[in-house]
């Protein structure tokens, strides 16, 4: 390891929690380089909903770089692009109704924001996005103006500009109606409130600490854009792919964002890829007038057309991942109903899971201890609160069971409990 | 090809210019749906120096699959990160003397830039970045602001800020003494320019149309630097990996950056990855300060670590590509000396060479000429005006050859040259 | 007129309401250039709190130039200037057990706004300032990025920048508890919100609408401020000098700004003049740092000193405007109970009254019908909603009566009001 | 002086040279508490062309006073604002054929200024604004953008943007041809400057050295701006007012700007005044698009009528400035050729005129002997290099001898020169 102490920056940070080698991994499992499994509820922050080295994937992706099929083409055409495109409208788009041009922004998640919010300003010719408390969209310098964590802006070096930030679903508790601040900051001209060209917006901020933001108000956001002529972005950049069950997050709410973005797990595979999406008529780039070199990266597009074809051609998947999500949230449920002292509860939808803690360090506790037993767990939300579940959504339910009974032995071993009086 | 028309943004570019479903890709060669090849003077944009589905590199990377190695461990620590870290310092650091830490900011180069700036900004408390006339630097908002192109940076939707732009090598004509402008306001307190973080350059300006800055510049500016206390970053995406000849392309100069961008052929595959590089006192990142979902993409490190060892070991490939540099070059010019009424003329170091023409529309049009006649060849610079030749470096003498009189005629088919009176 | 029309630009305002020439004007009367009497419940937009042409101010000011006394000394020691700033010390600062120091930042509010905004910025080594909804600044672009109407930060060109908006009291119709957002935002580190540097408010919002901060919020605010560590910038340019009873608007609620701004009656007779005041210690400036032209405008001084002297030397003229407050307070009440129908409602403190409707377009049909019955009365609120009395201070009752009479029948006249079922 | 240093900001900077109170002046002098007289070669720094208390314009701003006429009236009609309008319309833009409207932004020159960069935001639709090295435009945000000092942009506690800074006149000594950078900006759509709104310029640069502008150079400006479409803006709050021979400094050029800036002198008696000019098609603003408390403050126009009428109603007034101004140059030259050591020249045209030293601190060292000999003068540039003579251009001869005198002593006794070998 004196490797990465010598040569790597300090801004490396999972491998100071998981101080192993990593050499294999297979559906939900990874291996060190001393053979042991860690069962991975984790699944790369999200980008291996299909599971380490899926082999119906394996098998195309192979196959494809055998043949010596092209590797990288830009946004030249290729046949596993056209390939792709063909697939994500018919297995995807057209049957959730979903009229939308698909750019190829680049490889990373931040790349399919970036292009969201250059469009989304592009097009209403206005500057200020709205973002929410806790959001996550990426360390680039636009996507971080959108981002709330205040360690990560701080990085930027530059003030972050051109944006506003607006209470998340709940933020303050039903202490207010919905939206009563945003409303009130739209409607009123002398508010100081610039008129917005975007809202972005995550349906369940990951990062953030598993919020789940509910239909309802899903849909009045929805609403409340389209009164005002804002166009709403959906990150599904975490949640879609199925990890809330059906292919995109905001399915649920029934309702259809002016702009979507995908990545992470779209390629099915780890392969970087990442998708924007937006309603044909948005389409107003200039040829070239975004570009990036890695935006045409054959082999995601292979694994992303498999995973399509193998997962998204009925609801198989979608009920499972549901059944799967419950099952987990009950029993997540449970354990928390155990340690009301560390002001234990659970959140999320499908199978993005949350059990957050009140009690300061508890859930770090937890992670660390359940990583002593094998199982990778991260944490999230502001202040680490959040023991973070993201398992691949092929893990099996008994599977499934190992790691919450790992969690439920990691949270007796952990988490303090003061004594009953 | 309606699958592309239907469903794809119309920011897609280069499809525009080469109309053909390309599949397969051999070395120097890519072959479209048909079978027809195509001589291959692009190289993905100098993301393939060593060649499509390199051989040696193609072996390590099916093995690498095919044993269910890792693909994506964002920053934990991984076998195939280890072996490149560690072949990346015995290779490419030790011998040169680059006491450097490596930071693995993301897929793309923007990650790589933004990650720089930051850095930059975070180290000296400073804003103001200085770029280039013409300079390129990628799409992200950060960097953005660094990049020259109007079209570009009308796509962002705000003002793009924090950065000045001054005059690139020899971009007044020979007119001024170098750096009499930045020195001037540099020693000025008066002068408007706050002080800035840093300077981004490149060595070769690619996407600017080849411009080539001397030896002597690139030592003037890193002195300037060191004087005034400002750090210089070298973007080396696209230049480096030996498209100069040396595995850096500020090598040839004899300057140490203090921070150094690698991207494009980094991995040799065409796979995405990103290094930001800085001398070791520059880290003070803090843990996490600055993360990314592909970060740790290790089939990239695995081709990584085959390229360096196959190619970087001894000087044998340094001096190949100088020699075929030399050859290339003087066949250009041998070229452009017989249109001076077209004003024709070369620029170029190393394997990126251009042919650039005065006459409008006359590089767009040798390029269309050459894509009839089997040879992909971009255009660069601000108003297209350079046919530009970034074959891989692994091209064979006779198919540069071979290339180069496809160019030949290319000109002669498409420059218009006036009547001799 | 036609001098004006051919002449001046169409940015010209108040005279649109008001197509009269005035040429003279004593106490609370202006008159045209035909000798109509005006009676003035405008009073130079809260300048000439004393009245116009106040008799104790014009002796001295006239006294102070036909002796041919220093008129312009930027900031150079002067007599004029000693004596203001140690009555100043002697009548506002000591008695009120204010230590703080005393910065000329320029002649205009504006400029005492722009002071305060850079030294907050400077002190903290902050950017982000909270403003508050339907907050009014100034027109200078940092001013008027804490200025909340749309129309006149739509005239700044360029986006406005470094600010967070925030709720001012009561802005959501007590829906939500004070403080409830902005306090959850600096207590999430992952709010969004970069920690500000200060906080700039209005007491009571003049050209928002005559919107009354309450004592308990103006104190919750300032110990919010002083548990996070921002600095409290009270903008007490409309409603410093008596406008609400105190000399300082701030002072009935108990608390003590960081730093505060005052223009408008400073000078006490309509002459340019403006302080930025903040306490001892963060008095960080550089000599030069900040500078003008006519910050030492030395007639203002001398008429700023007899108003002190003359007015602020023991609590009359306190307990006067509190009582002829109240009686105006009570007045308007009566008048707007009569017209439920349109919404009436007051709003105020001291002398700084308004008279609301909810009816659209009543409040300047008021106004209006005032001017056609000799009284000037301005309109203010995002929707020119309110009719806003700001009569100077010295008005007599009986003038106050008369001008709240003509309020009676302009009302009448104006407002129309649904038959009775 | 305890007052001072007890009550004032740090801030305070003019008294730290001259640490005399001042009490009466009259003409080209000033008095001190005690009677000492100073002879005045600063005038406020150029507030004051027409000398302290000016006996034509006094009068009638006594009788203005006297006679109870509207001090403030904001931008309501008054009649001394129309018979300024009228005066200015007549003696200042009839005669020199310029199609102007006159706003009245407020009463300092960053007001003149802030408006300016407004209205050419607003009206191209574009951000950027061109300044040029040592300019100097005020302290409020907007305007402190396109200031070069950097202590003074430090004061902004915000990063300054929109603007990109340009060599000034001569200001790499000759090197480069006239606008070479700017020009090649402009022409190359890589530049990576973005369209400009406009260009602000001092035809002399006061605060920047007494930097001057040649003819060629503006008229080289002007043909830029118009060949590009960009807005040309005079800042002429300084040099305007007849300090260079005639009303407008840049009529001597034979130019027109778009937008001209006027302030300091125009009210001719030290009262705050400041005035926008431009174009008729460029009055694009709104009713009440910008606005301001002291934008109609009449005794000011009662003194710049007066002032008009004075000394523009003929060619005498400006006659005499130009022939003066030779006369002190042609002393200050005989003065500097003494001092080659030292690097002693002069700079200027008509009445501003600037004594340059390469020497660090003789300029500093000339103004404190000239202070002790009973003389104001002021030092400026970026290292206050320069001894600054702005007279009132209504000093006598003698009077200017007499100072010129003094000047001649204080060079004498201040200067080091080196002892010849």
């Known amino acids: 390891m004196e490797t990465f102490t010598q040569l790597e920056s300090e801004v490396r940070s999972y491998c100071r929690n998981w101080p192993v080698m990593f050499n294999e991994a297979r559906g939900s499992y990874v291996y060190d380089d001393s053979g042991r499994p860690y069962l991975d509820f984790f699944a790369g922050a999200g980008s291996l909903n299909y599971g380490h080295n899926n082999p119906e994937l394996k098998t195309k992706l192979i196959d494809y770089l055998v ?45 399919a924001v970036e292009a969201a919010l250059k469009l989304a300003r592009k097009y209403t010719g206005r500057e200020t996005v709205i973002s929410f408390t806790n959001g996550f969209h990426g360390m680039t310098l636009g996507a971080l103006a959108v981002t709330g964590n205040s360690m990560k802006r701080g990085g930027a070096g530059v003030p972050l500009g051109h944006t506003a930030t607006m209470p998340f679903d709940n933020y303050m508790d039903g202490q207010t109606p919905d939206f009563l601040w945003l409303r009130s900051l739209l409607e009123d001209s002398g508010s100081g409130l610039d008129k917005p060209a975007a809202v972005i917006v995550e349906t369940v901020q990951g990062e953030g600490g598993i919020n789940v933001a509910s239909k309802g108000w ?23 792919c199925g990890r809330t069950g059906p292919f995109f997050s905001f399915e649920e709410a029934g309702i259809t964002p002016d702009i979507v973005t995908l990545s992470k797990s779209i390629s099915g595979y780890g392969l970087p890829m990442a998708l924007t999406l937006f309603k044909r008529e948005l389409d107003v780039w200039e040829p070239g007038e975004h570009n990036g070199t890695f935006r045409g990266f054959n082999p995601a597009f292979v694994t992303g057309t498999a995973a399509l074809n193998t ?8 009920k499972e991942t549901l059944a799967k999500g419950d099952m987990v949230g009950d029993r997540l449920a449970a354990i928390a109903a155990e340690y009301p002292e560390a002001g234990a509860h659970t959140r999320g939808r499908g199978l993005a899971r949350g059990l957050a803690f009140a009690q300061e360090g508890a859930a770090k506790a937890v992670a660390a201890a359940a990583f002593e037993r094998g199982l990778l ?31 439920d032995e990691s949270v007796r071993a952990a988490v303090k409990v003061p004594l009953a009086v």
């Open 377 to 407: 767990l991260e944490t999230s939300g502001p202040e680490d609160e959040v023991a973070k579940l993201l398992p691949a959504l092929t893990t099996s339910v008994p599977d499934l069971e190992k790691g919450l009974d790992i969690i």
């Open 311 to 318: 997962y998204w051609r009925d609801e198989v998947f979608c």
């Open 67 to 111: 043949n010596d099929s092209i590797v990288h083409s830009l946004d030249a055409f290729s046949v596993a692009k056209r390939d792709f495109l063909k697939t994500f409208g018919e297995v995807v788009l057209a049957p959730r109704n979903l009229d939308y041009k698909v750019q190829f922004p680049g490889p990373a998640g931040n790349n």
């Open 218 to 240: 899903l849909r009045g956001l929805s609403a409340l854009c389209e009164e005002y002529g804002i166009l709403l972005i959906v990150d599904d950049i975490q949640m879609g």
